[in-house]
T-cell receptor, first 118, second 111 residues
Framework: GAVVSQHPSWVICKSGTSVKIECRSLDFQATTMFWYRQFPKQSLMLMAT?????????EQGVEKDKFLINHASLTLSTLTVTSAHPEDSSFYICSARDDRTGGLTEAFFGQGTRLTVV | SQQGEEDPQALSIQEGENATMNCSYK?????LQWYRQNSGRGLVHLILIRSNEREKHSGRLRVTLDTSKKSSSLLITASRAADTASYFCATFNQAGTALIFGKGTTLSVSS
């Protein structure tokens, strides 16, 4: 099946620093990728839709200047958490759908990144 | 934004028993999907049911969809300890781009 690789799987950073998380589709192209955030024992909350070659679309309440998204190629999207604070500590998950299937099909998920800001 | 509710929030059963999880959603849908998440991991797609389907099977999984009630159920038969995970239903947002997830059911299967 299709594979989405997310890196790193965990990261600890100091307050005020920035952290970059990568999401790669390994065996398919994805014009659109999605970033979610998940707090402990809660569901996934959509943060933004990442579009290759254009600006990301952010969900209401998500600060675009804090969560920078770059979708530089058809297989790579990055999420940068800028000036991280302890409240940004969370589990971040990316997902993508195969461009070849198109339409409303299943999504493939990365393994997630556990961010801890100290 | 959350698509809807799932119940129960948590379910504990013994191996061999069946587990039923329910999901309700708010908007009209093209399809509804179920995903599984092991603790601290990404999600794995289990099954997709289209709006014109009422029931679908995949191995030990059985999914039903009632569009008139805007609800779906996931049945796992003859559960195993390895089925211990969180299960989420998901539907597409109004733009038809991103999946929106329900609150999930945490299933614990003890041997």
């Amino acid at each position: 099946g299709a594979v989405v690789s997310q890196h790193p799987s965990w990261v600890i950073c100091k307050s005020g620093t920035s952290v970059k998380i990568e999401c790669r589709s390994l065996d398919f192209q994805a014009t659109t990728m999605f970033w979610y955030r998940q707090f402990p024992k809660q569901s996934l909350m959509l943060m933004a839709t990442s579009n290759e070659g254009s600006k990301a679309t952010y969900e209401q309440g998500v600060e675009k200047d804090k969560f920078l998204i770059n979708h530089a190629s058809l297989t790579l999207s990055t999420l940068t958490v800028t000036s991280a604070h302890p409240e940004d500590s969370s589990f971040y998950i990316c997902s993508a759908r195969d461009d070849r299937t198109g339409g409303l099909t299943e999504a493939f998920f990365g393994q997630g990144t556990r961010l801890t800001v100290v | 934004s959350q698509q809807g509710e799932e119940d129960p929030q948590a379910l504990s059963i013994q191996e061999g028993e069946n587990a039923t999880m329910n999901c309700s959603y708010k908007t009209s849908i093209n399809n509804l999907q179920w995903y599984r998440q092991n603790s601290g991991r990404g999600l794995v797609h289990l099954i997709l049911i289209r709006s014109n389907e009422r029931e679908k099977h995949s191995g030990r999984l059985r999914v039903t969809l009632d569009t008139s009630k805007k609800s779906s159920s996931l049945l796992i038969t003859a559960s195993r300890a390895a089925d211990t995970a969180s299960y989420f239903c998901a539907t597409f947002n109004q733009a038809g781009t991103a999946l929106i997830f329900g609150k999930g059911t945490t299933l614990s299967v003890s041997s």
